[in-house]
T-cell receptor, first 109, second 113 residues
Framework: QKEVEQNSGPLSVPEGAIASLNCTYSDRGSQSFFWYRQYSGKSPELIMSIYSNGDKEDGRFTAQLNKASQYVSLLIRDSQPSDSATYLC?????????FGPGTRLSVLP | DVKVTQSSRYLVKRTGEKVFLECVQDMDHENMFWYRQDPGLGLRLIYFSYDVKMKEKGDIPEGYSVSREKKERFSLILESASTNQTSMYLCASQGDSGANVLTFGAGSRLTVL
């Protein structure tokens, strides 16, 4: 069974702080990693994809990948109340995408 | 942008009814997926298809079937709906080239009474 694990939260951070979300995966052969954001009652939307070790930055978001340790993280700088959502980590395994259970983030004004 | 359209946002059905959930994508993608999402369980893959008339079982195919007669359309069928199939159903599409990402439809919330 291919597994992707995340802390379910809720993770609460004050507005303007850095939110750090973590994800571990079990399949060492995984090559593609994704972070999706899901607002309550809505479908997931892609925030970041990362394919090689290191950091990838896009605006306030930074994805970090460490294949040796089998973890992926997402940093959100200058967190805003509008960032309050559930963040899903996804790993491509063959032709499938395996999702973690999600971490609920709450950004407090 | 890829558009994935799920025909029904909310459905209420009775136990034993046959249910069709339709999904259409407009980007000529090869791969299409059906997930269900339940609180505390995350997204679980029901079936996926990598070509017309091709299908593969996911993690929880029991009680479901799928149909892909045309490349753009992937249907999920509940032959005899049961109350434990009350859930949010999410369709997704993905191309074999380019960004290699999943794009989701808006979701179909099914309630089985």
């Amino acid at each position: 069974q291919k597994e992707v694990e995340q802390n379910s939260g809720p993770l609460s951070v004050p507005e303007g702080a850095i939110a750090s979300l973590n994800c571990t995966y079990s399949d060492r052969g995984s090559q593609s990693f994704f972070w999706y954001r899901q607002y309550s009652g809505k479908s997931p939307e892609l925030i970041m994809s990362i394919y090689s070790n290191g950091d990838k930055e896009d605006g306030r978001f930074t994805a970090q990948l460490n294949k040796a340790s089998q973890y992926v993280s997402l940093l959100i700088r200058d967190s805003q109340p509008s960032d309050s959502a559930t963040y899903l980590c996804a790993v491509r395994v063959g032709q499938n995408f395996v999702f973690g259970p999600g971490t609920r983030l709450s950004v407090l004004p | 942008d890829v558009k994935v359209t799920q025909s029904s946002r909310y459905l209420v059905k009775r136990t034993g009814e046959k249910v069709f959930l339709e999904c259409v994508q407009d980007m000529d993608h090869e791969n299409m997926f059906w997930y269900r999402q339940d609180p505390g369980l995350g997204l679980r893959l029901i079936y996926f298809s990598y070509d017309v008339k091709m299908k593969e079982k996911g993690d929880i195919p029991e009680g479901y079937s799928v149909s892909r007669e045309k490349k753009e359309r992937f249907s999920l069928i509940l032959e005899s709906a049961s109350t434990n199939q009350t859930s949010m159903y999410l369709c997704a599409s993905q191309g074999d080239s380019g960004a290699n990402v999943l794009t989701f439809g808006a979701g179909s919330r099914l309630t089985v009474l």
